[in-house]
């Protein structure tokens, strides 16, 4: 089949095909262009009306995890981050990550004093100048939506915040919902209004949380494609979010209960990642 037909996006929504939509995606994995070309070749024997985003995106990953893990790692990010659990308490900590490694001291899952009542803030990061409040939206389902209900309610929060820390003489702080998935039209109008920081998997076009976690270089355990699902679970449950803590020796490793075989797999997987990134 040609490159005319139409693909459904995991929110329902049909559109045409874009192919350079799919080679950006495979060369941010690390992929080279000739690599690239052979899976586009091969998926495209296989492309019809239809098809969903979800199994362009299955074929692809699994051509470039039979020859480069790495490379396949870094293609599942975004999937990655579904796969972080019902909680939500995995990527707050991911996140706190990110801004960590932005030069800010962080702190997840803190209680904090406003005008008029406390607030349970996912992640507070702070430097010498600057004081960010931050409101995480972890959807473990690909298509899902913040709605406008979202920034409405945390921006009353953020505002009492805003409050208690005028009237005590602190830093002023500044409010950011960062989700993995996508914000409503209204949402991204309601944030610009109010000067709130929305941020989403590809929004803004400038400082998306991909950007962030690209500039970060930090990946989430759950890419390493040599780990079971099961595997990540106990990783998470035990506050291991990053693969780069899987590079090194240490006790992650009896945690899983590996065999010395795939310790020093999984270890030279999180390597490369890390370093080639």
């Known amino acids: 089949m040609g490159q005319n037909f139409q693909v459904v996006k995991a929110s329902g929504v049909m559109e045409p095909f ?22 586009i070749r091969e998926l495209s024997d296989q492309w019809h009306d239809g098809i969903t985003t979800k199994s362009i995106f299955k074929r692809a990953y ?61 992640v507070v990061a702070q430097n010498e100048n600057r004081l960010i409040w931050v409101e995480c939206k972890y959807h473990p389902i690909p298509g899902s939506v913040s709605n406008v209900k979202v920034p409405l309610y945390v921006h009353s929060r953020f505002r009492d915040l805003e409050q208690y820390q005028n009237g005590n003489g602190g830093i002023r702080g500044e409010g950011w919902i960062i989700t993995n998935t996508r914000f ?23 400082g998306s949380l991909r950007e962030m976690v690209d500039k970060a270089n930090v990946h989430p355990v759950t890419c390493l494609t040599y780990l079971t699902r099961q595997e990540k ?10 693969s780069s803590t899987l ?17 020093n797999k999984i270890m030279s997987e999180a390597q490369t990642l890390f370093l080639n990134s």
């Open 18 to 39: 874009d192919e350079e939509k799919l080679r950006k995606s495979l060369r941010r994995s690390g992929a080279e262009d000739a690599l690239i070309n052979q899976i």
């Open 233 to 242: 679970n106990k990783l998470l449950e035990n506050g291991i979010v990053l």
């Open 184 to 206: 409503s039209e209204d949402s991204m109008e309601y944030g610009r209004c109010a000067g709130m920081r929305l941020i989403g998997w590809n929004y803004p076009s400038s």
């Open 247 to 263: 590079s090194r020796p240490g006790g992650w490793s009896d945690l899983l209960h590996l065999s010395n075989e795939r310790r």
């Open 62 to 122: 699994k051509m470039l995890k039979r020859r480069n893990r790495p490379y396949a790692a870094r293609y599942t990010l975004k999937q990655a981050m579904f796969d972080f659990g019902p909680s939500g308490f995995p990527f707050e900590d991911f996140i706190a990550e990110v801004l960590k490694s932005q030069g800010y001291e962080v702190e997840t899952r803190q209680i904090l004093p406003g005008a008029c009542i406390r607030h349970e803030i996912d």
